[in-house]
């Protein structure tokens, strides 16, 4: 009886077939000339024309209904072929729609498909199953082998997120071993200066204590006396009416309580303002002498391998040998900078650069966007705003590099940055000469960025002035 079930089941299956898609029906719809379609294949029908595909008649789309029974009978045709083309062993698979074998294979839909499929496919390129096969099998293989590449390069690349985790650690011992070494210089003052607020905020609060104990006191005396008076009173309200109403004159002036209401005093309270308001500020205030202050400092994680920075990331100079650092996106290779620690987008900004006696050095501010991982120009139109020094001659980073004549050798250099006119500006600071102006207008982050050549004199940031201002 299973060899005949294919036979048997075409008739039904051609019965089962929407008109227009010529497949099984899904989710059939009945229309009132007793023709069924796929509810998807009249929406399409009807896009064209409010008719029958078949005879034409005229159709409103509100008549259409849908053909519940059709639908259970397509439904358990489906799970029929399903259950036979599972019989069957992997040499023997069908088509479930025509069950017929799979001889062809369609390029477009990408599976392989019966003889009776061809109608449906007509406009697709068709392929015996053995010309197909290796036209998939070779399709697969270019993917195979864009894997295995994948694969070589995300294992490289857990080799570089492995070393960039080691150097976090690294980084982070440097900045433990800095923050120790800070501390510890200022601990005898801070010290000094916890013990003296301490010694204040004692002292306050012994006496602000004391205050409050002696009002305490007072209005316990004042309880007393006012419970006792309260006691007479009121053996006296018991007595005879006659006794009673000829001393009322003198129980009511008696009766007058003038003790002044205890309330708790003005500025009873601590002084927090004095002892924890703007505390840090109050502290580094007496403490400017034993304070350095940099505007700007380096940030070493844009710095080229071959400069090496000093443990309070101020001081820059060359590297013996070329660092073991991570190439990550923001540092510089293979040219030989590193930028400021932090950018900006608006105000004036100021910062000195001691470049000494080094023979080849570039100094001044740059877009965040400049290129960090190729050689590059270093010139306005590259987004490079600066002074330098090379072979003895100094230059300004315009499209032409224009040379620079200067009245003696600076060894100290001062920018002034002033973003919100868009100008950068450059002096010898030695001599508060003004060297030249370069003029902008920024459109995104701006840092500083520094060229110190390779050399073993340092390139050194000038600690800044401090200056308190209260008001």
Known sequence: MDEDMPEEAMPLRQDLTCPVCQAVFQDPVLLPCSHSFCRECLQKSFQVKKKCPVCREVCEEERVTSNRALN??????????????????????????????????CEKDEEPVCVDCVTLHNTHTLWSLREGAPMCKKELGFKVQIIKN???SYKKMTQKLGNTMEY?????????????VEFERLRMVLVTEEALRLKALATEEEQKIAAIQKMIDNTNNDIATMNKLSDTLQKEMGNEDLAFLRNFQKLKREAQWTGEEPCIPKDSLLNMGKHVGALSFNIWKNMQAYVNYNPVVFNPNTASPWLSLNADISSVKESSERLTTPDNPERFDPCVFVLGAEGY??????????????PRWIVGVCKESVPRKKKFTVSTSNGVWSIGLSKGVYTVSTPEHTELQVQQRPERIRIKLNLDKGEVSFWDAGTAAHLVSLTHKFD?????IFGPGLHITPTTLAPGKIAVHTS
């Open 168 to 180: 976090i650690k690294y980084q982070a011992g440097l900045a433990e071993k800095q923050i120790n």
């Open 345 to 358: 987008t608006s105000g004036k900004h100021r910062w000195e650069v001691v470049v000494g006696d080094n």
């Open 444 to 448: 995104e982050k701006i840092y500083p």
């Open 72 to 105: 259970s009978a397509c439904e358990s045709f489906l799970r029929q072929s399903n259950w036979w083309a599972n019989r069957k062993g992997p040499g023997e698979l069908t088509c479930n729609l025509h069950l017929k074998p799979l001889e062809l294979y």
């Open 150 to 152: 994948k694969v070589k």
